[in-house]
């Protein structure tokens, strides 16, 4: 998996390194799942599967590296707080209900409405500077705006 091509993520004092693998390569979590984050110290390995994510619509992509990213910046950046999501984040689906999925999908929306389906400041592609959401300021009260 190490190995595997990818890119590596340098953005808010968080570093991740990117890694598109088929499913079945995640170890660490379920190959039910399109994308998994485990973190190292102050950043984390972010595993996508591969087919998923070079097949999906730019919405889709954005949306699920801007998760997975978003987990990453709960442990470097809110120390696994999840800005004291608690349920918020099933107003997306019960899959999010829980805080840690919450704030990591409110993180991807809040990052879809600032940067649109501009990848590059995820390292994906070619695009313009876009000015990441402050994780911090990603909070439940927001989703009720």
């Not at 704030?103 to 592609?125: D, H, I, Q, S, V």
Request: hydrophobic residues 35%; neutral net charge; glycine residues 12%.
């Amino acid at each position: 998996m190490l190995s595997a091509p990818g890119w590596e993520i340098d953005a808010l004092n968080t570093k991740a390194s990117v890694k598109l693998v088929n499913a079945a390569e995640f170890g660490f979590c379920k190959d039910s799942l399109v994308g998994c984050s485990v973190p190292m110290g102050q950043g984390c390995v972010i595993m996508l599967d591969k087919t998923y994510f070079l097949n999906g619509t730019d919405r889709q992509k954005v949306l699920l590296l801007a998760h997975e990213f978003g987990h990453c910046l709960d442990g470097s950046r809110l120390l696994y707080s999840h800005n004291r999501f608690g349920d918020a984040g099933k107003i997306y689906g019960q899959y999010y209900a829980p805080a840690s999925e919450g704030f990591a999908e409110a993180y991807a929306r809040a990052y879809l409405e600032k940067c649109g389906t501009n990848l590059a400041p995820l390292g994906w592609g070619k695009g313009e500077k876009c000015e990441l959401p402050d994780p911090k300021q990603v909070t439940a009260q927001n989703l009720l705006k």
